[in-house]
């Protein structure tokens, strides 16, 4: 995580900022695509963090795997493809609708 935050924030090799730069080249433009695509990653890579986190929190208090709508127990092959998942399959589609 601190990697990919370290290459959003990145300087060039002369240690400025592209928005330093007074006079802009073509290339200029597909090194703002990849921070924007490196700080997309970067956001999902937190957030997906974010939801171990809190399955882990839910391992502690005993109510991992127990879906949040039906109370039901989410069956374990929907926690191994989605291991921070907080919804039944049943729950997940009928939200959906």
Known sequence: MVFLQGLITRKDEAGTDDTENKYMSMEDGSGSREREQLNQMASRQIQFID???????????????????????????????????TLSIEAKLAKSK
């Open 51 to 85: 939801h171990l986190e809190k399955a882990l929190v839910r391992i502690e208090n005993k109510t991992y795997g127990i879906c949040r709508e039906t109370g039901k127990l989410i069956e374990k092959a929907r926690l191994k493809a989605v291991p921070h998942a």
